[in-house]
C-alpha cells in the first residue's frame, strides 16, 4: 500500500471560486492591529506592541509565512537553525536497562539469596527513579524557556498541541528521556506530515509503554494502542468498529522497544490475515496506520482537533462530533480536512490557508478562546516583556490551574476551555500574574521583586517617540495598554484605570503603570485570547 | 461606575434571573449576600440555627482497603489469604457480636461515633462489572454512572434545585436568608462530582491564597479591582438564553463574580477557628474549615473533602503502619468534628458520607499490600443516620476472581441521601430508579 509520501506536495492552489467564501483569504487592508494580535496569540503565545506592528506592516501573507517559516528551517536542519536541540541535552542513561552483567550478577544474588547486593540494586534503582523525576522537572522548565524565547512560537505552540492529542504521561512512563523523545518527534513533525507522525508514534517507546503495546503479543494482543489510535489519534468515535480495533491490536504486536529504541520483534508478532475497515491482507502496524490514512474522516478528525485548539474551542458534542459547531464552521472544517486528505498530509498549506482565511479574523472567532495555562504564562512573558523569575514557580502554577506539561490528566489529554476555569483557578490565574509583573506571591515578595522589575518602558514600544500624549495622557494610556492586553478597549476598563491613575495624581511612572497591568490582567477579559 | 454592580435588580433587568429557569443565577450571587456576610454572626445556640441539611463528602482516594477497615473476623478465609496484614479478632473493636466483624483498632474515633448511635456502616457497596482503574472506577462513584460519563452527581442535584424544578430546599434563587455557594470543595481542583451543567462549585485549598495577592498592595489597586470583577455591563444586552449560548466571556465575568463573592465569605468563615481542637493531619484542617463554614451559617449545602492516598501496594502493615494511620486520621478528626458541631447545635443538621472508588482484593499480595479491588463499606455520620451496621458482609467464600461480590449498589444509598436527606427528586438527580436505601432513622 502506498497512501501516504513524505516528500511534500505542492499542488497549484486551488481556484477561488472552489473555496468556501468564509476561507478566502484577509484582504491586506483588513489586517490591522487587532487582526495581527490575534495571529499572534493563536499561532503562538501573543506578542509586544512592536511585534504587532510589524506584523500589520508585513500585512497577512508574509506575516503567516513567517510565522509557518518554521517548516522549512526544520527541514535544513533538523528542529530548526536557530533553537538546536543538544544531542546531550538530557542524560538519556538514567532509566537505562541494566547491563547484562549487572542482571547476571542480580539472578546470582536472587539465587543466593544474597539480601545485601538485591537491596543494593533496589536502593540503585530508587536512586535512579529520584534522579529522573528530577530530570523531567528540568526538562518541563527546558520547554517552558523554549516556549518563552523561541523565535519559532508556532513550532513550539503546535508541539504542546500535539502532546494534548498524543497525550503520554510521565508518571506511567517513569522515563523522562523517553518523554523528551517524544517531545522531539512531536516538534519535528509539527506541521510537517501527520502520516510521518504518526507512523512515529506507533515506534515511539513512550507511547509504546504508556499504552502497553511492549506487552502485546500474537495471541494475547494488547487493545490499547490500536483503540485511543482509532478513537482519540486519528479517527474519532463513529469511524471504526470493535473489530477493527481487535484486528488492529494484532497489527501492532511485536512492536516494541529496546531501552531507547524502537524493536520490531518478528516473533511475537501475528502474520495473520486481518480485516482493518474493509481491507484484508497480512498487516502489520506500518500497514495499519496506512490504512487509517487512506479514510478522509482520518483527516477530517485532524483537522477538527487543531481547529479545536487553533481557532474556536467548542467541545465535541456527545459522540464525539460536530453538532456544536455552526453551519459556517463545519463546513470550513469539511473543507480543511479534504484538503488536508489531498495534500497527504501536509499540515502547512493547509495550516496556511487556515490563518490566512477570514474565517479565522471572524469577530465570533477573535478574543473568544479561554487561554490554556501554558497560554496564560508563556504569554504573559512574551507579550509583556515580564520578567521570568521563578520557573519552578511557573511549573507549579501550571499545576495547580491544571496544566502540568509531560503530566496530562489522561490520554484524551486536556478537555481545555471552559474547563480550565473554575473559582480555584481563576485566583491563581490572577496571582502568576501578580507574580511575573510585581513579583508578588501570596504571602510577600519574591526576592527578585526589586532587582527584576518589570519593565514598563516596553509596553510602548510600538508608540512614536514624539507622541508625549500617548505616554502621558491617562486615557490615551488607559486605552493603549488595555488595547495590547485585550485587543480591544471597553468602557469599563477604561473607567477603572482612570481613577487608578487618577488615585496616583496621575503621575503614569513606573508604579502605576504596573499597577494598571496588574488590574488589567485580573480582569476576566484578560483570560481569553 | 456603579457600586452595585451587580444587584438582584440590575441581574433581572438584563434578563438573567427572568430566564432563570434554564440559566439560573444562584442565590449567592446576589448581592445581598455580600451584606450578609458582613452580619454573620456565630451560630451557636438551638434557636439561632437554620435548619437546612447539610451534606459533608469524606472521599478516601485511592481505594480503601475495606477488609481491613470493616475485618471480618468471622471469616478464616480472610486470615488465611492475609497472613501479615490481618487484624486478630481480639485486637478488632467489636461492632456485631452475632455478625463476627469489628472496626480496624486504629478507628476509635469511628467506634466512639459508633457507639453513640452517629454511625450507619453500610456493608458490601459497589457496582456492577467494576472496573479497576482508580480514575474510572472514581468517576463511575462521581458520575453514579458505569459508563462514568457526564456530569457530577452532586452538580446536577444542584442544577436541578437552582432552576426552581427540584423540590428540594436548596439554593432556589428567592431564598436568600443566608449566604455561601451550593458547594464548596476542599482541594486545589473541584471534584467531578459537583460539577454541574448550570452550577459550577467552589474550590479552595488554602484560604489564605483564595483571592487576589495583588490587592493587599494597594488599597486604590483593591478597590479598582473590585470594580472590574463584581459587575454585570458585560453580560448585558439581552438575555442569555441558554448555557450552550453563553460566550466565553459571559462565563469568565459569572466565574469571576462567583470567585470575589465565595472568597469573602469563605475567608471571613474560616477566620474564626472551632471551639473543638481539631487532629493536625490533613482531613482533620479540611473538616475544622468545613465546621467553621458550617457555623458561619453559609447557605453551602454540601461540602467535599478528600484524603488519601489509600493505594496500599506493598507494606500496607496490620493493625500498625501506613494504612492504620490513614484509618486514625479518619476516625480521630471525625470525632472532632461531631463534637464541635454538637457544640454548635448544628449537628442534627449535618450528614456525612464516607467512600472510596474501590476496596481492595481479598488476598494481600506478595509485598505486604494489597491490590484494587471492588466491594467496600461505606459510612454515613450524623445523628439522623439509621445507626448500626447495614446490609450483610459479603461472602469470604463466593468471590469473584478473588474479589467481593457487592451486595448493593452505590447508587441505592445516593438515592436514600438525596430523596430522605436532601429532599430531592433522586430518580431525576440520578436519571434512572434506583431503590432507596433508608438511609434516616425511621
Not at chain 1, 534522579?131 to 519559532?152: A, S
Not at chain 1, 498541541?161 to 522531539?184: C, D, K, L, P, V
Request: aromatic share 8%; charged share 25%.
Amino acid at each position: 500500500m502506498q497512501v501516504v509520501k513524505n516528500k511534500s506536495t505542492d499542488d497549484a492552489a486551488p481556484r477561488e471560486d472552489e473555496i468556501t467564501p468564509s476561507l478566502l483569504p484577509i484582504r491586506r487592508e483588513d489586517f490591522g492591529y487587532t487582526q495581527a494580535r490575534h495571529l499572534l496569540w493563536r499561532a503562538g503565545f501573543g506578542g509586544t506592541d512592536a511585534q504587532i506592528n510589524k506584523l500589520v506592516s508585513w500585512g497577512p501573507d508574509k506575516s503567516v509565512d513567517t510565522l509557518l517559516g518554521f517548516v522549512d528551517a526544520a527541514k535544513r536542519g533538523g528542529t530548526g537553525e536557530f533553537d538546536p536541540i543538544k544531542p546531550d541535552q538530557f542524560d538519556k542513561d538514567i532509566m537505562r536497562p541494566l547491563t547484562e552483567d549487572e542482571r547476571r550478577e542480580q539472578r546470582r544474588a536472587q539465587q543466593a539469596q544474597d539480601e545485601d547486593t538485591l537491596a543494593k540494586f533496589r536502593e540503585e534503582r530508587q536512586s535512579r527513579e529520584r534522579l529522573d523525576r528530577t530530570q523531567v522537572g528540568e526538562m518541563q522548565k527546558w520547554w517552558l524557556t523554549r516556549m518563552i524565547e523561541t523565535r519559532h512560537p508556532m513550532q513550539e505552540k503546535l508541539t504542546l498541541f500535539w502532546h494534548g492529542h498524543f497525550a503520554t504521561n510521565y508518571r506511567t512512563i517513569e522515563n523522562s528521556y523517553h518523554m523528551f523523545m517524544q517531545n522531539q518527534l512531536l516538534r519535528n513533525e509539527a506541521a510537517g506530515n501527520f502520516g510521518v507522525m504518526l507512523a512515529g508514534i506507533i515506534r515511539d517507546p513512550a507511547m509504546i509503554a504508556y499504552l502497553d503495546n511492549n506487552d502485546s503479543r500474537k495471541g494475547q494482543a494488547n487493545e490499547n494502542l490500536a483503540r485511543e489510535i482509532m478513537e482519540l489519534f486519528a479517527l474519532g468515535l463513529g469511524n471504526y468498529s470493535e473489530d477493527d480495533i481487535k484486528e488492529g491490536a494484532k497489527a501492532l504486536t511485536g512492536y516494541t522497544f529496546e531501552d531507547d529504541t524502537f524493536v520490531f520483534r518478528k516473533t511475537n508478532h501475528d502474520n495473520s490475515a486481518k480485516n482493518i475497515l474493509g481491507q484484508t491482507g497480512t498487516w502489520d502496524g506500518d500497514d495499519f496506520v496506512k490504512i487509517i490514512l487512506s479514510k478522509k474522516a482520518c483527516a477530517r478528525y485532524i483537522m477538527r482537533r487543531m481547529y479545536h485548539f487553533l481557532v474556536a474551542d467548542v467541545p465535541p458534542d456527545e459522540r464525539g462530533g460536530d453538532k456544536n459547531l455552526d453551519g459556517a464552521q463545519q463546513k470550513v472544517l469539511r473543507e480543511l480536512g479534504d484538503m488536508l486528505y489531498s495534500r497527504k498530509y501536509n499540515l502547512q498549506p493547509v495550516l496556511r490557508r487556515l490563518l490566512l482565511s477570514k474565517h479565522f479574523y471572524d469577530e465570533t472567532i477573535m478574543g473568544q478562546q479561554i487561554k490554556s495555562p501554558v497560554q496564560l504564562v508563556v504569554g504573559a512573558v512574551r507579550s509583556l516583556n515580564t520578567p521570568v523569575r521563578d520557573l519552578t514557580i511557573l511549573n507549579d502554577a501550571l499545576d495547580l490551574m491544571g496544566q502540568r506539561i509531560f503530566f496530562p490528566p489522561s490520554v484524551k489529554g486536556w478537555d481545555g476551555g471552559r474547563t480550565w476555569m473554575n473559582t480555584s483557578t481563576l485566583f491563581v490565574r490572577q496571582n502568576i500574574l501578580a507574580f511575573l509583573i510585581a513579583g508578588k506571591k501570596p504571602q510577600g515578595f519574591d526576592a527578585s521583586a526589586n532587582t527584576d522589575r518589570f519593565d514598563t518602558d516596553a509596553l510602548f514600544a510600538g508608540v512614536p517617540e514624539d507622541s508625549l500624549v500617548a505616554k502621558r495622557d491617562p486615557a490615551a494610556v488607559a486605552m493603549h495598554l488595555l488595547k495590547l492586553s485585550l485587543g480591544s478597549a471597553p468602557d469599563h476598563g477604561v473607567a477603572a484605570l482612570q481613577a487608578f491613575m487618577k488615585s496616583r495624581e496621575n503621575k503614569i511612572d513606573q508604579d502605576t503603570l504596573t499597577g494598571c497591568l496588574l488590574l488589567i490582567t485580573a480582569m476576566p477579559e484578560y483570560q481569553l485570547c | 461606575m456603579t457600586n452595585a454592580a451587580f444587584t438582584r435588580r440590575s441581574l433581572i433587568k438584563h434578563g438573567l434571573l427572568m430566564a432563570s429557569a434554564s440559566v439560573a443565577i444562584p442565590a449567592f450571587l446576589d448581592r445581598s449576600a455580600l451584606a450578609m456576610g458582613e452580619m454573620l454572626g456565630d451560630l451557636s445556640s438551638v434557636p439561632g440555627v437554620p435548619d437546612e441539611h447539610v451534606l459533608v463528602v469524606v472521599q478516601m482516594s485511592g481505594g480503601n482497603d475495606g477488609l481491613n477497615t470493616v475485618v471480618p473476623a468471622f471469616s478464616p478465609e480472610y486470615y488465611r489469604l492475609r497472613q501479615g496484614i490481618a487484624i486478630a479478632d481480639k485486637e478488632a473493636l467489636s461492632l456485631d457480636k452475632k455478625q463476627g466483624i469489628g472496626l480496624h483498632p486504629a478507628l476509635t474515633g469511628v467506634k466512639d461515633l459508633f457507639d453513640a448511635g452517629l454511625v450507619s456502616l453500610i456493608q458490601g457497596v459497589g457496582y456492577p462489572n467494576p472496573n479497576r482503574s482508580h480514575f474510572k472506577s472514581m468517576d463511575v462513584w462521581h458520575t453514579a454512572d458505569v459508563t462514568a460519563t457526564g456530569n457530577g452527581w452532586l452538580g446536577r442535584y444542584f442544577d436541578a434545585e437552582c432552576c426552581g424544578e427540584g423540590k428540594g430546599e436548596s439554593g432556589t434563587p428567592e431564598s436568600n436568608s443566608q449566604a455561601g455557594p451550593p458547594g464548596i470543595a476542599i482541594g486545589r481542583t473541584a471534584p467531578l462530582a459537583m460539577e454541574g451543567g448550570v452550577i459550577k462549585p467552589v474550590a479552595f485549598e488554602d484560604p489564605s491564597l483564595f483571592k487576589w495577592s495583588a490587592g493587599e498592595m494597594d488599597k486604590n489597586l483593591a478597590s479598582a479591582y473590585d470594580e472590574l470583577n463584581r459587575r454585570d455591563d458585560m453580560i448585558a444586552g439581552g438575555a442569555v438564553p441558554s448555557k450552550k449560548k453563553q460566550t466565553n466571556a459571559e462565563f469568565l465575568v459569572r466565574t469571576s463574580l462567583d470567585a470575589q463573592v465565595s472568597s469573602d465569605l469563605i475567608r471571613k468563615a474560616v477566620a474564626k477557628k472551632p471551639v473543638t481542637t481539631f487532629p493536625q493531619t490533613d482531613l482533620g484542617r479540611q473538616l475544622s474549615m468545613v465546621a467553621s463554614m458550617i457555623k458561619a451559617g453559609l447557605k453551602t449545602r454540601v461540602y467535599y473533602t478528600s484524603f488519601g492516598s489509600f493505594d496500599t501496594h506493598a507494606g500496607q502493615g496490620g493493625t500498625n503502619g501506613r494504612h492504620a494511620q490513614l484509618l486514625k486520621q479518619f476516625g480521630d478528626a471525625m470525632k472532632a468534628f461531631y463534637t464541635e458541631l454538637k457544640a454548635q447545635g448544628n449537628d442534627s443538621r449535618v450528614m456525612t458520607m464516607n467512600f472510596s472508588e474501590f476496596g481492595r482484593r481479598v488476598g494481600q499480595n506478595a509485598s505486604q499490600g494489597t491490590d484494587h479491588g471492588t466491594a467496600a463499606p461505606m459510612m454515613l455520620f450524623g445523628p439522623m443516620v439509621r445507626a448500626g451496621v447495614m446490609n450483610e458482609h459479603p461472602s469470604m467464600r463466593d468471590l469473584d476472581e478473588g474479589d467481593l461480590k457487592f451486595t448493593m449498589d452505590f447508587r441505592n444509598v445516593y438515592a436514600g441521601v438525596l430523596g430522605q436527606w436532601l429532599k430531592a427528586d433522586a430518580n431525576k438527580v440520578l436519571d434512572g430508579k434506583f431503590k432507596a436505601m433508608d438511609v434516616l432513622k425511621g
